[in-house]
């Protein structure tokens, strides 16, 4: 770890599988920071200390399906509102 985090100070991101269509929109926009597995075809965030927010919310932004969450300090950053998806309960 280190202090040059390109302010990501107390971030995480993580990819929900359940919620990811593998459609490869955040691996386009931010690729090498977001790759699809090759077996499951679901999107992993592979390289979080690598990533620059910026990249973080890139990929983010680019999923139609809300699937990538970043949080600071455990908050959620983004989507700042989360639909459900069909099926799913409200929660
Ligand atoms: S953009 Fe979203 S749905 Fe598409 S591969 Fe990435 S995480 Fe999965």
């Given amino acids: 770890m280190s202090d040059q985090n390109d302010g ?3 971030i995480s991101g993580w990819v929900d599988p359940k919620r ?6 955040c691996t386009t926009a ?3 920071i977001y790759v699809l597995d ?3 075809q679901v999107a992993e965030l592979v390289d979080f200390d690598g990533a620059t927010l910026q990249q ?3 990929g983010a932004r680019a999923c139609p399906t809300q699937a ?3 949080e ?3 908050r959620r950053m983004y989507p700042q509102i989360l639909t459900p998806m069909f099926g799913e309960e409200n929660s």
């Avoid at 990811?20 to 929109?25: E, G, L, R, T, V």
């Fill in 20 to 25: 990811c269509i593998s459609n490869a929109k």
């Fill in 38 to 40: 090759e077996e499951t």
């Fill in 72 to 74: 600071q300090y455990g």
């Fill in 8 to 10: 990501k100070q107390g």
């Fill in 68 to 70: 990538i969450i970043i």
């Fill in 56 to 58: 973080l919310f890139a």
């Fill in 30 to 32: 931010a690729p090498g």
